[in-house]
């Protein structure tokens, strides 16, 4: 069974850099990752996707070892606004109701 | 965004009373999806949509019903509401690459909060 993990939470300050991680079994080789941010009271928004090792856009990285079996998403220098959710999803080959979402990872940016 | 709007915002119904949710999409895109968000459990899919009268199971699709009759209009019905089914609804949309995959973003709404007392 297709199935995603993430940390529920993670504490850290402005200007830091954060990285979260996303841990997924049984996913092949071209199997999409995703990463999206939510906001109270909002639908999620996407923030980067890719499929192997190194994706970079204005906002965020996303690394992907050799094994596949994680994706860490990178933030390189958080502020108060990206105190969010952030959920990986995972299109585990061809997506329809192999589309897994993580739980969830609550990211908290304090001064 | 993709122009998505689902209605209505905010639901308060009875248990064993049907509802039905509807999202609207105004960009054209061939896929759409119903998830449903519980604490503790993320997103959740109940039921997508490929295309016109294409419609197929998600993960936590029992008690769900949909249709989709047009392009821009994705149906979600609750056949007969219970309290389990309490939650924050999200449609989402999905322009594929040709071929058929289902790897471009997803473009949600801003969600239907159900109370099913």
């Known amino acids: 069974l297709a199935k995603t993990t993430q940390p529920i939470s993670m504490d850290s300050y402005e200007g830091q850099e954060v990285n979260i991680t996303c841990s997924h079994n049984?996913?092949?080789?071209?199997?999409?990752i995703t990463w999206y941010q939510q906001f109270p009271s909002q639908g999620p928004r996407f923030i980067i996707q890719?499929?192997?090792t190194k994706v970079t856009n204005e906002v965020a990285s996303l690394f992907i070892p050799a094994d596949r079996k994680s994706s860490t998403l990178s933030l390189p220098r958080v502020s108060l606004s990206d105190t969010a959710v952030y959920y990986c999803?995972?299109?585990?080959?061809?997506?329809?109701?192999?589309?897994?979402f993580g739980t969830g990872t609550q990211l908290k940016v304090e001064l | 965004d993709a122009g998505i709007t689902q209605s209505p915002r905010h639901k308060v119904t009875e248990t064993g009373t049907p509802v039905t949710l509807r999202c609207h999409q105004t960009?054209?895109?061939?896929?759409m999806y119903w998830y449903r968000q519980d604490p503790g459990h993320g997103l959740r899919l109940i039921h997508y949509?490929?295309?016109?009268?294409?419609?197929d199971k998600g993960e936590v699709s029992d008690g769900y019903s949909v249709s989709r009759s047009k392009t821009e209009d994705f149906l979600l019905t609750l056949e007969s509401a219970t309290s389990s089914q309490t939650s924050v609804y999200f449609c989402?949309?999905?322009?594929?690459?040709?071929?058929?995959?289902?790897?471009?973003?997803?473009?949600f709404g801003p969600g239907t909060r159900l109370t099913v007392l």
């Open positions: 999803l995972v299109d585990f080959t061809g997506g329809g109701n192999k589309l897994t």
């Open positions: 049984n996913i092949a080789t071209n199997d999409y």
């Open positions: 890719g499929y192997k």
């Open positions: 960009e054209n895109h061939r896929y």
């Open positions: 949509s490929y295309g016109v009268k294409d419609t």
């Open positions: 989402a949309t999905q322009d594929p690459l040709r071929g058929g995959s289902s790897t471009d973003t997803q473009y």
